[in-house]
């Protein structure tokens, strides 16, 4: 895995295993560091160090995963166990149930709902809900938005014609591996330097470049062996 250090934004050790830092006053407005606990560990960046999501926020949350059903739904179970409610919209709710009847001990933690068909969650500080959308090439607009604690993950498994809009209205977008034409559209998108762009194609399971428009970094995420007993061995093809 190649990177370019870690992505603001979410992504980093949590914070009471973060060194103390001094930075002067006329740096602050750069920075973009968690300002919680709060996080997923999402798998390692390229230096070996953990990388954490902070799904759940108090201001709307979009991201965009452009890759495989097994990545999602590792994200759904980490997030999953720290407390979060989890929404998950698809097509297929076959793939879907052995997650949703593993979760939660008979607590209805995984919900599954028809593409459009998604209820309001009632989403709080206190009950925060996270919208998986996995609703093929071309999603349509979700009728459940993202709010205050309640974020959206919009899976595709490839880029479609609707990742454009997607892209540009996401905080944060997960790629797997694609084509060499596919790769140079995302560069393009999200201004991607041409390694990284070189990279895409040849990515392993498992592996995602996460990246915003200013920040990127190769995560690598390995199932544990409760996640590979129920999802099998990470793929991106599915």
């Known amino acids: 895995m190649r990177g370019a250090g870690p992505v603001r934004g979410g992504f980093g050790l949590v914070g009471p ?25 999402i798998g390692v960046d390229a230096g070996g160090r953990p990388a954490v999501l902070g799904v759940n926020r ?18 759904a179970l980490r997030t999953a166990s720290t407390g979060t409610r989890i929404a998950v919209e698809t097509g297929r709710a076959p793939v879907w149930s052995a997650l949703a009847g593993a979760v939660g001990g008979g607590q209805r933690c995984v919900t599954l709902h028809d593409v459009g068909r998604v209820p309001p969650q009632g989403a709080s500080a206190g009950s925060p809900v996270l919208v998986v959308r996995d609703c093929g090439m ?21 880029l479609s014609p609707a990742a454009p809009r997607l892209l540009r209205d996401s905080a944060l977008v997960g790629v797997q591996r694609v084509s ?11 201004r991607l330097p041409g390694p990284a762009v070189d990279s895409l194609p040849t990515l392993g399971d498992g592996v995602t470049l996460w990246c915003t428009h200013r920040d990127r970094t190769f ?9 590979t007993g129920l999802l099998g061995a990470a793929r991106r093809i599915d």
């Open 17 to 41: 295993r973060r060194e103390r830092h001094v930075v002067p006053a006329a740096d602050l407005d750069a920075l973009g560091l968690p300002v919680s606990d709060d996080g997923v560990v």
């Open 58 to 75: 108090p201001v709307p949350y979009e991201v965009t995963l452009i890759g495989g059903l097994w990545t999602a739904q590792v994200l």
């Open 219 to 227: 995560v690598r995420t390995e199932g544990t062996e409760t996640e």
């Open 180 to 190: 060499p034409e596919e790769a140079e559209r995302v560069g393009a998108l999200m």
């Open 138 to 158: 071309r999603p349509p607009r979700g009728r459940v938005a993202a709010g205050p604690w309640q974020s959206v993950l919009t899976l595709l498994p490839y």
